[in-house]
């Protein structure tokens, strides 16, 4: 009788040690539950609902206190992230300021092209987010063509807003420098 008591106590002790491991990592969004978050989200408006399990399957999410810098400008853009909850504030260059909430994202343009961070987010409240790491991100936008052409899309928008803001000139050449010189025989 004490040797099956002696099973159980154990059995309760990793079991507890299970749940504390699990509790300290980032989720996984259960993606049959949370397709219809993810749907809600205005860059994911309109997609299929295959095409948001296959996005949800990668994403992570985390949640984080009021004051915590979520990306800062300069350093290398490692991962896209949309807030699922809370608000943030987004500070760009010559710190004009704007606020985030729930559906906005941030951190595409640096996985894209891969330079440095452009602006700095910081959590205004406590915060849920999903974060995509770059890798599942580049991966989701070839598989997933509605993400690609949504981002094309989200960057477009933010690109006319800067040129109503007066950040953009539109008279600037498409490429910079000059043009290659080509020889004729």
């Known amino acids: 009788m004490s040797e099956k008591l002696g099973r159980v106590s154990r059995l309760e002790v990793f079991l507890e040690a299970l749940r504390n491991r699990i509790r300290s990592r980032p989720s996984r969004l259960?993606?049959?539950d949370n397709v219809d978050l993810l749907g809600r989200?205005?860059?994911?408006?309109g997609f299929s609902r295959h095409s948001l399990r296959r996005i949800v399957r990668h994403a992570d999410i985390v949640n984080l206190r009021a004051g915590k810098v979520l990306a800062r400008?300069?350093?290398?853009?490692?991962?896209?992230?949309?807030?699922?909850?809370?608000?943030?504030?987004?500070?760009?260059?010559?710190?004009t300021r704007r606020s985030l909430s729930v559906g906005d994202c941030?951190?595409?343009?640096?996985?894209?092209d891969g330079k440095p961070r452009g602006t700095t987010v910081v959590a205004d409240t406590d915060v849920a987010l999903a974060v995509f790491p770059v890798r599942a991100f580049s991966y989701l936008l070839d598989m997933v063509?509605?993400?690609s052409?949504?981002?094309?899309l989200h960057l477009c928008e933010r690109l006319d807003q800067a040129e109503r803001d007066g950040g953009v000139d539109r008279h600037l050449p498409a490429r910079p420098g000059p043009l290659p010189q080509t020889t004729t025989r």
């Open 41 to 45: 989200v205005p860059l994911f408006e």
């Open 106 to 112: 941030f951190g595409g343009k640096a996985c894209l």
């Open 73 to 95: 400008r300069g350093e290398l853009g490692l991962e896209f992230v949309i807030l699922l909850a809370g608000r943030a504030w987004l500070e760009g260059p010559g710190g």
């Open 145 to 147: 063509p509605e993400l």
């Open 30 to 32: 259960p993606y049959v």
């Open 149 to 152: 052409r949504q981002m094309l």
